[in-house]
């Protein structure tokens, strides 16, 4: 089965009282049982909810797993990766990676003595030499949030299988449209659901999927026993929007690569980081393992203040000043005060990650409307800023 069809289709089923082809929303708490332990599958909400049942067999399809598991954010689906996790354990990571994620693994499961070793990924002999007999897991982002660098899963998988350790890849920008993690080798796929596979900008949610039935009753016991399950609402916004994935995704791409062109192209701008040109380090690898290149694109301007890149994102009237991304509609972001303020200065700028860089989320409008946009924007902070006369 192709992708749009499985997006349109698979984990759904109409409904077999009503015959309604769209999955019901089941706003209940709990199910009536025939006596003590005798029911239809469903006991509390908590536990199984039809609606969200059917969602976690839909982002399974997608992403060519056998399991899959939804919880209430990105970060609850996080926490409960690393609740797998006991004290003494190690997990290697991309330097460069979301600010909530490496707030959760410092300020939260740090201080319970798991250790987390920050290096680039760029090269694989980096990451071996991290490998000790303390080390479980390795943390994948890619591409990363917000330098866009592209990590090579299969060449990471090889070290994490010949070490027998577990890979987690946060395949959030690049989605199961774009890439699949677990065809690549990875053990454990995570998505901050609330971004390109809601798509709309109105539900929060997280999701696991895996191959192994071990791994899937850890996390599926995680997911009882801690709580942080979504809605049946939520998950009802997110079987919606997956069905046109395939669809959006192809307009953010083209739109995100017509937006890096331009900003390459402009005598203002200083760097662009999108995997999809050819002078991105990563181009290459991103060429083999995805199928296209996303709708996430950063860049500096040549003059590189921080007063510059402010008035540019306050000047921008189709992009949107606001956290997230992955929704149809195109946002900006200043990542040093917004999306990564909870990583300390000194390790944002060990990464890469400037204090003048300009994230953008390209959504699916019209690209000269964005363009005109981009134009504006820099052309009037610059002016305002004295750049150019």
């Given at each position: 089965m192709k992708f749009g069809t499985k997006a349109v289709h698979a984990g759904v089923e109409p409904d077999p009282t009503t015959g309604a082809i769209m999955t019901p929303i089941y706003q209940t708490s709990t199910y009536v049982q025939e006596s003590p332990g005798k029911h239809k599958g469903y006991e509390y909400a908590r536990t199984q909810n039809p609606t969200r049942d059917a969602l976690q067999d839909s982002l399974a399809a997608l992403e060519n797993g056998k399991y899959g598991l939804c919880y209430a954010t990105g970060l609850a689906a996080t926490d409960t990766i690393m609740k797998t996790l006991r004290p003494g354990d190690e997990v290697i990571c991309t330097n460069d990676m979301y600010g909530g994620t490496y707030r959760l693994f410092k300020k939260v499961f740090e201080p319970f003595g798991i250790k987390f070793i920050f290096v680039p990924m760029d090269e694989v002999a980096t990451i071996e030499s991290q490998v000790n007999d303390k080390t479980k897991m390795i943390w994948v982002e890619t591409p990363t949030n917000p330098l866009m660098n592209v990590i090579d899963v299969k060449a990471v998988a090889s070290i994490a299988k010949k070490h027998?350790?577990?890979?987690?890849?946060?395949?959030?920008?690049?989605?199961?449209?774009?890439?699949?993690?677990?065809?690549?080798?990875?053990?454990?796929v995570m998505h901050s659901v609330t971004k390109y596979l809601g798509g709309h900008s109105d539900t929060v949610m997280g999701a696991i999927i895996t191959n192994h039935k071990e791994l899937?009753?850890?996390?599926?016991?995680?997911?009882?026993?801690?709580?942080?399950?979504?809605?049946?609402?939520?998950?009802?916004?997110v079987l919606r929007g997956i069905k046109t994935l395939h669809l959006r995704m192809r307009q953010h791409c083209e739109n995100g690569k017509a937006v890096a062109e331009y900003l390459e192209a402009h005598p203002l701008v200083g760097k662009v980081y999108y995997p999809g040109l050819e002078s991105h380090r990563?181009?290459?690898?991103?060429?083999?393992?995805?199928r296209d290149f996303g709708g996430m694109v950063s860049f500096t301007l040549k003059d590189d203040r921080v007063a510059t890149a402010m008035k540019t994102l306050e000047n921008f009237e189709v992009f949107a000043l606001a956290e997230s991304l992955g929704g149809v509609e195109s946002l900006c972001g200043h990542p040093a005060t917004m999306t990564?303020?909870?990583?300390?200065?000194?390790?944002?700028?060990?990464?890469?990650?400037?204090?003048s860089l300009i994230r953008l989320s390209v959504g699916i409008e019209d690209q000269e409307d964005l363009i005109t946009d981009l134009r504006q924007a820099i052309e009037s902070a610059s002016v305002k800023e004295g750049a150019i006369g």
């Open positions: 027998n350790i577990l890979l987690t890849v946060d395949n959030t920008f690049a989605t199961p449209y774009l890439q699949n993690p677990l065809d690549l080798g990875a053990d454990i899937y009753e850890k996390f599926k016991f995680l997911q009882n026993a801690a709580g942080g399950t979504p809605g049946p609402q939520d998950c009802f916004l990563g181009y290459k690898i991103a060429s083999e393992q995805m990564h303020a909870s990583i300390p200065r000194e390790e944002r700028l060990k990464a890469g990650l400037g204090d």
